[in-house]
């Protein structure tokens, strides 16, 4: 069964950082991409981050670029997605999500497994 976990959300003052984490259990982490989404109240769920499956190539939404880093730790089955300079447009759920191959895709339905989420918000 496989299983994606994240952690590190919370409240944070605009220009402040936060850092999510993705543990991923049943499945071989390094033979994937992994991707973060995001979806704020009222809004479609939107790609923010993802990375190829050795970590090698990263890609980014326009929004974020500049701002986040999208990391991966494959002896840890981990991904980790560093926000910094947030602003209050970011305040959303954020998921994780691991999609069928090697390089991520920007589409939410291109990916079969999901995390719970976690919440960011950003105060103005």
Same mark, same amino acid.
């Given at each position: 069964?496989?299983?994606?976990? !994240?952690?590190?959300? @919370?409240?944070?003052?605009? /220009?402040? %950082? ?5 543990? #991923?259990? +049943? =499945? ?17 769920? !939107?790609?923010?981050? @993802?990375?190829?499956?050795? /970590?090698? %190539? ?5 929004? #974020?670029? +500049? =701002? ?21 447009e ?24 999901w ?10």
């Amino acid at each position: 069964q496989v299983q994606l976990v !994240e952690s590190g959300g @919370g409240l944070v003052q605009a /220009g402040g %950082s936060l850092s999510l984490s993705c543990g #991923v259990s +049943g =499945r071989t982490f390094s033979s994937y991409a992994m991707g973060w989404f995001r979806q704020a109240p009222g809004k479609e769920r !939107e790609f923010v981050a @993802g990375i190829s499956w050795s /970590g090698e %190539s990263t890609y980014y939404a326009d929004s #974020v670029k +500049g =701002r986040f880093t999208i990391s991966r730790d494959n002896a840890k089955n981990s991904v980790y997605l560093h926000m910094n300079s947030l602003k209050p447009e970011d305040t959303a759920v954020y998921y994780c999500a691991l999609p069928r191959g090697i390089y991520p895709p920007r589409v939410h339905n291109e990916y079969d497994y999901w995390g719970q989420g976690t919440q960011v918000t950003v105060s103005s």
